[in-house]
Structure formats: structure tokens, C-alpha cells
């Protein structure tokens, strides 16, 4: 069965690095998503991408963050000063032919900034 | 505004128990779709269910069911007989109509452990 992939599993940077992740979407799927949890709390959205293109932001998703999907598989999330406070789970999600369709979700990048 | 709101932060059981997990939320959307996620210990998020707001006939799947009410604002999921591998943290989410990409709003979340 299709899944969504995310590399690397876990990522340790230094404070003010800049750090990239990166997903494989569904390969049939338009809609591509960037969420991330913070330990013990809820899942956030951060930031939605379809047909080369940001169509939603949340207030999370700030200057310091960036989205690319650099060729016909890759999807990544950019993080450019990393904070300590960006310390989390990050997941990509992608759906298939509408955006209301089913999130099927990666298992997740963890991210400890020090 | 929008919102998912999972009053239970922890519930407890006993193998083979009966156990309710509740979610109320608020969108002033007539068109919206709700889902169940569940993350095991492991970290994932595994998709369970997804129901459009015309749809309120309610779902089981096995030991699942979900219970939708529109008047209150509720869909609700219980595990029937539950088992030590259904110990996880359970997320109920909101994708509103309006926001036509799609996104998901999560509730906090419900931690269930289930003891032999």
C-alpha cells in the first residue's frame, strides 16, 4: 500500500542552523501539508501546497519557514534560523484528487534543536 | 471560529472494557468533514474514519463506532472490548468547508491506556 515517507527520523541541529526536511507524498496525491507537535501537546498545521503553490499558511508558519517541492516527488520544509522552541514532531500529509480527501500521514521527523 | 475541544486528557481501563471517547466541535461551516486519528507509542498517526457533515448515520468497524450529532456538535468514537493494543493517544480533527485546501485542526488529543 502507498504510503507517505519523511527523512530523516530524528534530527538534532545547534540553535540559528538551518534545517530541511523532507517528505515523499503519495505518488497519485495533489494536496501536500506540513504539521508539527510539539511534545505532549496537539497536532498543528502549519502550512498546505498544491500546484506549486502555498494555498494556506498558519500564523506558526513565519518568515523563517519555507516550502518546495523541488521535483515530481520530494516535498520539503525548510527552517531557516532554527529556535529552540521549533523543537518537535514534524509530519507531512498529502491527499489525493481534493483537497477534503483523507490526510494520509508520514511517520513523522523528530526535531531537537539545542 | 474553529475548534476541536477533547475534554478527556487521560482515561483509564481494564482490558475487555467498554470506553467512550468524546469530541465536541465548533464551526460555523455547513459543509465540513471530521476525522478520528489514532498515534500509538510509536509516533505515527494512523487514519481511522472520516465523515462529511451530511452524513450522520453512524459507522462501527469492528470493535469501532463513532457516534455523529450534529445538535450537539459531537462525534463521538467508542472501542468495544477493549484491548491492551488499543492503548494510544487519539486525535478527533476538523477540516472546515470554507478552508478549500483542506487543512486539519486537531483536538488536544485523548490518552487511553488499556490494562491486562
Known amino acids: 500500500e502507498p504510503e507517505v515517507t519523511q527523512t530523516p527520523s530524528h534530527q538534532v541541529t545547534q540553535m540559528g542552523q538551518e534545517v530541511i526536511l523532507r517528505c515523499v507524498p503519495i505518488?497519485?496525491?495533489?494536496?501536500f501539508y506540513w504539521y508539527r507537535q510539539i511534545l505532549g501537546q496537539k497536532v498543528e498545521f502549519l502550512v498546505s501546497?498544491?500546484?506549486?503553490?502555498?494555498?494556506?499558511k498558519s500564523e506558526i508558519f513565519d518568515d523563517q519557514f519555507s516550502v518546495e517541492r523541488p521535483d515530481g516527488s520530494n516535498f520539503t520544509l525548510k527552517i531557516r534560523s532554527t529556535k529552540l522552541e521549533d523543537s518537535a514532531m514534524y509530519f507531512c500529509a498529502s491527499t489525493g484528487q481534493g483537497s477534503i480527501e483523507t490526510q494520509y500521514f508520514g511517520p513523522g521527523t523528530r526535531l531537537l534543536v539545542l | 471560529a474553529q475548534k476541536v475541544t477533547q475534554a478527556q486528557t487521560e482515561i483509564s481501563v481494564v482490558e475487555k472494557e467498554d470506553v467512550t471517547l468524546d469530541c465536541v466541535y465548533e464551526t460555523r461551516d455547513t459543509t465540513y468533514y471530521l476525522f478520528w486519528y489514532k498515534q500509538p507509542p510509536s509516533g505515527e498517526l494512523v487514519f481511522l474514519i472520516r465523515r462529511n457533515s451530511f452524513d450522520e448515520q453512524n459507522e462501527i468497524s469492528g470493535r469501532y463506532s463513532w457516534n455523529f450529532q450534529k445538535s450537539t456538535s459531537s462525534f463521538n468514537f467508542t472501542i468495544t472490548a477493549s484491548q491492551v493494543v488499543d492503548s494510544a493517544v487519539y486525535f478527533c480533527?476538523?477540516?472546515?468547508?470554507?478552508?478549500?485546501?483542506?487543512?486539519?485542526?486537531f483536538g488536544q488529543g485523548t490518552t487511553l491506556q488499556v490494562k491486562p
Open positions: 480533527a476538523l477540516s472546515p468547508g470554507s478552508s478549500n485546501t483542506g487543512k486539519l485542526i
Open positions: 501546497f498544491y500546484n506549486n503553490e502555498i494555498s494556506e
Open positions: 505518488s497519485n496525491h495533489l494536496y
